[in-house]
C-alpha cells in the first residue's frame, strides 16, 4: 500500500497524534535517509504502522520468529514479546480507523 496523504491523516486521527515531518516521509518513502535517533520519538510506531501497511505477505500471529522478524532491531526475546503485543495493539487502532493491515490471526 503507498502511504498517501489521506492514510496518513485518517493516522493521525486513529492515534489522536499529529506525525512529525520525517515521519510522514519514512511512511510515504521507501528512501529515507533521516530518521530520528533515541528514545520516545515515535520510530517503533512509524515503523510498525509501515510494517503493517505495507504491500507485502501477510504477517501470521502464529509464527512468533516472523514477527521476531519484523522488530525495528534485535534486542531479544523479551522485546520480541513485548513488540508482539504492542503490533497487535497498533493493528486494533489501524483497522478501527477502516485500515487494512497485513496482519492474520
Not at 499529529?18 to 515515535?42: H, M, P, S
Amino acid at each position: 500500500m503507498q502511504i498517501a496523504d489521506e492514510v496518513i491523516e485518517k493516522i493521525e486521527t486513529a492515534f489522536n497524534i499529529k506525525l512529525c515531518d520525517w515521519q510522514k516521509e519514512y511512511l510515504k518513502n521507501d528512501n529515507v535517509q533521516t530518521i530520528n535517533a533515541g528514545r520516545a520519538n515515535g520510530r517503533i510506531l512509524v515503523y510498525t504502522i509501515k510494517t503493517l501497511l505495507a504491500d507485502d505477505e501477510q504477517i501470521k500471529l502464529r509464527d512468533l520468529k516472523r514477527i521476531s522478524k519484523k522488530v525495528d532491531k534485535d534486542h531479544g526475546v523479551k522485546y520480541s514479546k513485548w513488540y508482539l503485543k504492542y503490533i497487535l495493539g497498533v493493528n486494533k487502532i489501524l483497522t478501527q480507523a477502516g485500515l487494512k493491515t497485513r496482519l492474520k490471526k
